[in-house]
Structures are given as structure tokens and as C-alpha cells.
């Protein structure tokens, strides 16, 4: 009896080796990815917590790695949002012409990965007559402006009232007091909750690594906006912050060939947008969703 | 028996269920050692996932969800279901029934266990799920559907795991469980059952900017779906359980979860037809994605087989539990319960989460297919499952028919 008790014993033993070492080969991979992760990273608290002097230590270490990846010397900069200033987006449906300029700006502003040819800004192709987005077509390749079609480009709406920011089960995405939503990259765990429930399409995950050319790299970086994401985190428009929170304009602006795109200060009477929104007659995508965007679209004529 | 010593008897006795878990006949082995093998292909799957990226999966933009929330949700109903054999005991005072609830909440803990894997795997950052934690993370609860996800998930398993923990602990002692350490419990467990799937629900119902899912219909359809797999999967287990284990289960059980079935098959036939009336008599962009679904659109029709197939099962199922005939031969019965599991599989999976996406809230038709790594890791993660319901009613059984108690222990050693 105790004989085969202790053989039992034995085999019992043997198999839960067996089975241990067949685990640890299982999950070989893995040692790649963690060799990624530093203790510094899986410890790092939310952005929102962070003291000026752990941000400052981990702009250097993010600078010290782009140096060693790309080669190149990069700016990373974390600008707060600035008083008194509320940002707003319209566009004249009438203008634009369809080029996609602008969502190609965006590709090389913002880092994105070049094989997949991403970018935040998508450029429906609509029935002359019909607002109905069913209609759209967003990979049409023929010569601009075509025939019966005017063209509506979509991009984050930076909602007051934003869904996205709603669901997300961590608070890694929230609204900045100038009205942009932005991402922790550092916290967002990934669940793409924030994707499904976005009502514009303007969320994108890393589903891989980014890959860029070290020479076709955007040196001047926001560590909120277009650093080179990491892998396996949901990302979006910023309105370029680290262009509009130093003066500047969002890229996709300044790439617009026909002047399509209005940009500025919501709380400055004297702004460009104020002026779009006081004299024409703009709207927004889907108001009946209650998502209250900071993008607005008008037709000239 | 004072409370420290508790404290100490209940690991030794749980270390002693897992001990005798392990023992076991030629064909528990080769079950057990053939699940292992699914599963750790899963595992291998999920750490290439990890490493290479999420690319290894079908998903995209477009379609951000697939197989893994599919599962994901079709696992909660399971859960869920489980519960169907509590209600008829304990609110109906059924006697007969009394003595196998405890299979159903194991089947709970079993089934929560895969939802929670499912969810892991779906994540980009897995590691940074301490971010949920509430305290050290930033839990954004109560504005978050998630985050209530994750507080009824997590609650429900473990009043499951009390109630089952408790009330074997008792047997083993020879003494008879004491009502108010799990009567309110169970009272519990029934209106938590209820809850996660409604909240489940509500996960995709309350996204206005998704109509497909945007139905107040949404979480009755996920309940009366819920009532269908679970008692179907315990149908089926409880005979597994009296054929192999000669634990004497009576007919009663299996014929109130017949019974059961056969209204909630039909309820969930009914509700199905009412969103279909909604979707097609509106028409309008709100059908698009039910047109999409049953038809095709726009020249892609990958998910139409599958949701054709559904219905034909879950049609043909709820024929076969009314049928006169399935009473008197159980091979029927057995046919129909799986034909109404595979049904909802695919109806409250692919069929539910993926036209969600489809068109995407641009009306863009970029279709899902799953890839081999998504179904390496779903096979794993099942398999985990159904190795954890085994060790569980394994180690249950025992203590269940009485062959496992104190006193014999005591006298062992
Ligand atoms: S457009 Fe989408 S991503 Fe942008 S704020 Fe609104 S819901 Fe969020
Ligand atoms: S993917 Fe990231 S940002 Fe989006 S909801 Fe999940 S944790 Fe939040």
C-alpha cells in the first residue's frame, strides 16, 4: 500500500516538473518583452501625479532612448496648457478639396508608424446632397475634387462631453482645461474601451511597435502628443499640443492648400474661429449623441 | 472549534482537496494532460501576443474587439446561467435540486475564471493592470461600465467561492452548515448573477455612438441567453458527473432545467425577432449593421454563415426541448442542449461584438476575421477553464458523497 502511495508520490512529482518546464517553454517569448520593461516604467504613477521633478527625469531618460534608437537628439517637451485659452477647430466644407494634405501632415507630424500609413485624420468622400456618412467613402483614389462629391474630413472632435473619456476604466485619457483630450501612454492599459465607444472614429492603438525612419523622425515632440508611442497603448489627435500650447498652428492647418481649416483661441473674441463661429451657419457631427465637439464644419455657399 | 483553529483547518483542508485532486483514474490523466497541452499552446500563443504586438490578431481600428470579448461575454452568460440551478432550490425550495446547486457554483467560479483571462489577454499592457486597483490605481469608478464589470466579476467569484467553500468545509467536518454563514449569500449570488450580466450589458448598450449595440433590449436578451447555456452546460455535466463518479443525481434536476430551457429559448427566439422588426422596418442606417449581419453589405459577408448557422441551431434547439420525444431518450436532449450552447456561442459572441463594429462609426466596412493566434489562445483559455471545473468538481465530489471527511482523515493518520 505504501509502496504504490509513494510511487504515486513520484509520478505525481514528475509530472508537475514536466509540467512546469513546459510552462516556462511556453512563455519563452516573453523574456523579449520584459527586457523592455524597466521597474522605473511599471512603477511610473499617473501623469497627473507626477512632480515636476520626476517629469523632468523622465523626459531625460525618454530623450537618452530616442538618442539611442534613432541616433538623433530630441526635444520632449511636457508644456502645460496655457491660461485663458480654450481651443476650437472648424473647417469649410466648400473649400476643401479632398487632397488629404492634411491627414498626410499629420502622418509626419505626429510619428506615426509608416508601414501602416496611419494618421488621425480620415477624409470621407461625400454625395454631393446627403450628410449621411453611409454614402462616404473614405479610400477613393482618383483625381480631387471629383464630380457630384464634396469631401469631409474627420478627426478627433475633442468633445466637452466626451465618451471616450467616460468609459475609460483607469483615467488614462481626460480632458486638459484648454479643452484637448489627451492619453497617459504611460497608464492606459490598453483595453480599447475608449475606442469602441468613440462616435468619430478618431482613436488608434499601437497594434505593434511604431517604425520610422531615424531620418524621417519629428524631433520636436510633446510627451502627451507625438512622441513615438509605445507599443499596445490607444493614441489620438491633440490638436498638435506641442505646436498649439507654444503659439503655433496644428499641422494639418498649415499643410491645407486652400485655407479650409480655421484654428484658435475659443475665449478670444478677436481669434479667426470666433469669427467662423459668430458668421456662419457651422454644425457639428452627430450633435444628437450629446458628444458637444470643438470641431465645427460650414458651407460657404 | 474556535475561530483560530478555522483559520488553520481550512487551508490544510483545502490543501488537502487540491492533494486529492491530483489523484485520479487513466482517463482523468489523459483528460487532464490533454487540456494542459491546449492550454499551454494558448500560453504560447498569448506570450508571442505580448511580445510582437496585438497585430498578431485580426482585430483593427475599425473592428478594436473580436474573439476575446466575444468569448469574454459569452462566458459571463455561462457564469451567469450557473445560477439558474440556485433559484429553483433555494426560492423554490426543490429538494431534489438542493444537492447539486453546488455544482452550479463551481461552474460559476470556472466560468468567471475564463472571463477574467479573457479579458487579460485582450489587454495591450496587461502588467499595468494594478492601474485598476482602487487606492494605488486610478479606478474610475462609478463613471466607468468597466470598472462595475470589474467590481461584479470579482465579487461574484468570490461569493461563489465562499458559498462553495463553506458548505464543503462543513461535510468534511461531519457538521451541518449554519444558515446565516451562506443562506444571504446565496440570496446574493442570485441578484449578482443577474447583475453582471446586466452590467456586462450595459458595457456595450450605453455607447450611443455604436447603435447596434445602443438597445435597451440589450440586457434582457444577454439574461434570457444566460438561461439557456447554463442550464444547458449543467444538463449535460450532471450526467457526465453520475456516469463517471456514481454520485446518484435523480432525474429532478435535469428535468426543471429542461424545463427552464424551454421558455428561455423561446424568450430569446422572440426578443431576437423584435430587434429584427425594429432594425428592418426602420431601416435607415440603424439597420445597417443587422443588414450586415444577415446579409452582407456592400459585397463583405463573413459573418453571414455564422449568424445563419446560430439561428438554424438555436431554432432547431428550442424545436428539440419541446418535442415529446426528447423526454423519453436524453441522447435528444443532450443534442439539443448542445446545439442551443454552440447557438448562443456564436450569436452573444461573434454575432453580437463584431457588428458592433461593422460599419465602423464612419460607415466604413472593414471586416474581422479572427487568426490563428486568437483561436490558440481561446482553445487555451477554455481548456484552462474546464481543467479548473474538473479539479473543482473533483475535489467537491468526494466530500459531497461523504468519502472525504474529518473523521476518516483522523483516522488515517
Ligand atoms: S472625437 Fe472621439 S476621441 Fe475625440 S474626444 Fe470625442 S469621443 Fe474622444
Ligand atoms: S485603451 Fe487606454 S485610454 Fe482607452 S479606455 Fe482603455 S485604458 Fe483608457
Known amino acids: 500500500m505504501s509502496d504504490i502511495l509513494s510511487r504515486r508520490t513520484v509520478m505525481k512529482g514528475a509530472g508537475a516538473t514536466l509540467g512546469a518546464a513546459a510552462f516556462a517553454h511556453a512563455m519563452a517569448p516573453l523574456t523579449e518583452w520584459s ?81 501602416t500609413g496611419n494618421s488621425y485624420i480620415r477624409v470621407l468622400e461625400m454625395q454631393q446632397g ?98 513615438v508611442r509605445p507599443q499596445g497603448v490607444v493614441e489620438k489627435c491633440t490638436f498638435c499640443l506641442h505646436r498649439t500650447r507654444a503659439g503655433r498652428l496644428p499641422a494639418c492647418l498649415e499643410a491645407c ?37 470643438r470641431f465645427f464644419y460650414f458651407f460657404d455657399k | 472549534m474556535t475561530a483560530t483553529r478555522h483559520l488553520l483547518d481550512y487551508p490544510r ?76 432550490a433555494y426560492l423554490y425550495h426543490d429538494h431534489e435540486m438542493h444537492d447539486v446547486t453546488l455544482i452550479g457554483e463551481l461552474l460559476a467560479i470556472a466560468a468567471i475564471a475564463i472571463c477574467l483571462l479573457f479579458i487579460v489577454v485582450d489587454m495591450g499592457h496587461p502588467e499595468r ?24 466579476l470579482n465579487g461574484y467569484l468570490l461569493i461563489n467561492l465562499h458559498i462553495c467553500g463553506y458548505l464543503l468545509y462543513m461535510r468534511f467536518l461531519g457538521r451541518k452548515p449554519r444558515k446565516q454563514w451562506y443562506l444571504p449569500f446565496v440570496f446574493l449570488s442570485i441578484f449578482w448573477a443577474i447583475s453582471i450580466h446586466s452590467v456586462t450589458a450595459f458595457l456595450y448598450s450605453g ?77 435607415g442606417s440603424h439597420a445597417t449593421a443587422v443588414r450586415y449581419l444577415f446579409f452582407g453589405s456592400h459585397g463583405h459577408h463573413a459573418l453571414v454563415p455564422w449568424i445563419w448557422t446560430a439561428v438554424a441551431l438555436n431554432i432547431t434547439a428550442a424545436v428539440l426541448v419541446h418535442l415529446p420525444a426528447t423526454r423519453r431518450h436524453v441522447g435528444l436532449l443532450n443534442l439539443a442542449c448542445a446545439l442551443a450552447f454552440a447557438g448562443v456561442w456564436i450569436e452573444k459572441g461573434m454575432g453580437l461584438i463584431i457588428p458592433g463594429f461593422v460599419p465602423s462609426t464612419l460607415h466604413e466596412v472593414v471586416e474581422y476575421v479572427p487568426t490563428l493566434t486568437e483561436w490558440k489562445i481561446t482553445a487555451g483559455i477554455w481548456a484552462f477553464g474546464l481543467m479548473v471545473l474538473t479539479v473543482a468538481v473533483k475535489v467537491a465530489l468526494p466530500v459531497l458523497s461523504g468519502q472525504l471527511a474529518a473523521s476518516h482523515a483522523a483516522a488515517r493518520h
Open chain 2, 129 to 152: 493592470a494594478w492601474h485598476l486597483l482602487p487606492g494605488i490605481g486610478r479606478f474610475n469608478w462609478p463613471v466607468s461600465m468597466l470598472t462595475w464589470d470589474v467590481v461584479v
Open chain 1, 257 to 293: 492648400p486652400t485655407g479650409a481649416r480655421v484654428f484658435g483661441n475659443l475665449l478670444d473674441p478677436k481669434s479667426p474661429i470666433r469669427w467662423v463661429l459668430e458668421n456662419k451657419r457651422v454644425f457639428v457631427l452627430k450633435e444628437e449623441l450629446g458628444t458637444r465637439p
Open chain 2, 13 to 88: 483542508f483545502l490543501g488537502r482537496l487540491l492533494w486529492m485532486s491530483t489523484d485520479g483514474s487513466w482517463r482523468f490523466y489523459t483528460w487532464m494532460t490533454v487540456l494542459t497541452a491546449i492550454a499551454l499552446v494558448g500560453a504560447n500563443a498569448w506570450a508571442h501576443q505580448l511580445a510582437e504586438g496585438m497585430a498578431l490578431t485580426g482585430m483593427s481600428d475599425h473592428v478594436s474587439w473580436g474573439l476575446y470579448i466575444a468569448n469574454f461575454t459569452f462566458g459571463v452568460g455561462l457564469a451567469a446561467g450557473a445560477v439558474m440551478m440556485v433559484i429553483p
Open chain 2, 207 to 283: 455607447l450611443g455612438g455604436r447603435p447596434f449595440w445602443n438597445s435597451a433590449l440589450l440586457a434582457p436578451r444577454f439574461i434570457a441567453s444566460a438561461f439557456i447555456t447554463g442550464p444547458a452546460f449543467v444538463i449535460v455535466l450532471l450526467q457526465v458527473i453520475r456516469r463517471f463518479t456514481g454520485l446518484p443525481i435523480g432525474e429532478g434536476p435535469l428535468r426543471t432545467l429542461t424545463s427552464v430551457m424551454r421558455v428561455t429559448v423561446l424568450l430569446n427566439l422572440f426578443m431576437l425577432g423584435s430587434e429584427l422588426f425594429t432594425a428592418f422596418y426602420t431601416g
Open chain 1, 35 to 115: 527586457k523592455d520593461l524597466t521597474v522605473d516604467e511599471f512603477l511610473q504613477k499617473h501623469y497627473k501625479e507626477l512632480t515636476r521633478d520626476e517629469m523632468a527625469r523622465i523626459l531625460v531618460h525618454l530623450k537618452a532612448e530616442a538618442k539611442q534608437k534613432y541616433g538623433r537628439d530630441v526635444d520632449i517637451k511636457d508644456l502645460p496648457p496655457q491660461e485663458g485659452v480654450s481651443f476650437g477647430y472648424a473647417l469649410n466644407l466648400s473649400v476643401c478639396i479632398g487632397c488629404r494634405r492634411c491627414a498626410e501632415a499629420c502622418h509626419q507630424e505626429n510619428n506615426h508608424d509608416r508601414s
Open chain 1, 130 to 227: 446627403s450628410l449621411d456618412l453611409e454614402h462616404g467613402n473614405a479610400n477613393y483614389d482618383h483625381p480631387v475634387p471629383a464630380e457630384g462629391k464634396y469631401y469631409l474630413p474627420v478627426q478627433c472632435h475633442q468633445c466637452d462631453n466626451a465618451p471616450c473619456v467616460k468609459v475609460c476604466p483607469v483615467q488614462a485619457t481626460w480632458k486638459e482645461p484648454d479643452g484637448i483630450v489627451v492619453v497617459d501612454y504611460n497608464w492606459c492599459i490598453g483595453c480599447r474601451y475608449c475606442e469602441a465607444a468613440c462616435p468619430y472614429h478618431a482613436r488608434r492603438f499601437n497594434w505593434t511597435k511604431p517604425e520610422i525612419p531615424p531620418e524621417e523622425l519629428n524631433p520636436d515632440q510633446g510627451y502627451l502628443s507625438n512622441r
